[in-house]
């Protein structure tokens, strides 16, 4: 125990006091409980980034499914301030259904001749999350005030 509480950076007097315990009163805690500097948050123009260079970093099996989950889980710890107003952008830009959730969009856009049958192809699922990447730069650029080009359709 006593190896891995030092690869922690951790003091067996941490153990001891929460073992021990001494009530509910963390006014009293040990220095040892002290952490080390916490690395700053990141933004989200740098998870950004991070994401779209090296997705399988973050995911695994890139699909399709696999990074809309993930950028939804993003998008929800952080209160919904990466993704707000995605949607409403898809329908007015792209006449995608605007009662439909953004991932869906994203399908509707990629896929205008219709959803591919499951499973998908590994083609399938490289084609709509490279053209959800392009259509999120989109979004970002048009969030950003610049005029960009629009990514082509299909």
Same mark, same amino acid.
Request: charged share 20%.
């Given at each position: 125990?006593?190896?891995?509480?030092?690869?922690?950076?951790?003091?067996?007097?941490?153990?001891? *006091?929460?073992?021990?315990?001494?009530?509910?009163?963390?006014?009293?805690?040990?220095?040892?409980?002290?952490?080390?500097?916490?690395?700053?948050? &990141?933004?989200?123009?740098? +998870?950004? &980034?991070? +994401?779209?260079?090296?997705?399988?970093?973050?995911? %695994?099996?890139?699909? *399709? &499914?696999?990074?809309?989950?993930? $950028?939804? %889980? *993003?998008?929800?710890?952080?209160?919904?301030?990466? $993704?707000? %107003?995605?949607?409403?952008?898809?329908?007015?830009?792209?006449?995608?259904?605007?009662?439909?959730?953004?991932?869906?969009?994203?399908?509707?856009?990629?896929?205008?001749?219709?959803?591919?049958?499951?499973?998908?192809?590994?083609?399938?699922?490289?084609?709509?999350?490279?053209? $959800? +990447?392009?259509?999120? &730069?989109?979004? +970002?650029?048009?969030?950003? %005030?610049?005029?960009?080009?629009?990514?082509?359709?299909?």
């Amino acid at each position: 125990m006593t190896v891995l509480l030092t690869a922690l950076g951790v003091s067996p007097d941490a153990v001891l *006091y929460s073992t021990v315990g001494m009530g509910t009163d963390l006014s009293q805690v040990p220095a040892a409980w002290g952490r080390r500097r916490v690395r700053p948050a &990141e933004s989200h123009q740098r +998870f950004w &980034e991070n +994401f779209s260079k090296r997705t399988g970093m973050f995911v %695994g099996r890139v699909t *399709y &499914e696999g990074v809309t989950a993930y $950028l939804d %889980g *993003y998008d929800h710890a952080c209160g919904g301030v990466l $993704l707000k %107003g995605l949607e409403q952008w898809l329908a007015d830009t792209y006449q995608a259904g605007e009662n439909l959730i953004w991932s869906a969009q994203v399908v509707q856009v990629v896929f205008p001749e219709g959803r591919p049958a499951h499973p998908w192809s590994e083609d399938e699922h490289r084609q709509a999350v490279d053209r $959800l +990447f392009a259509l999120l &730069e989109g979004y +970002f650029e048009h969030l950003a %005030g610049r005029h960009c080009t629009m990514p082509e359709t299909g």
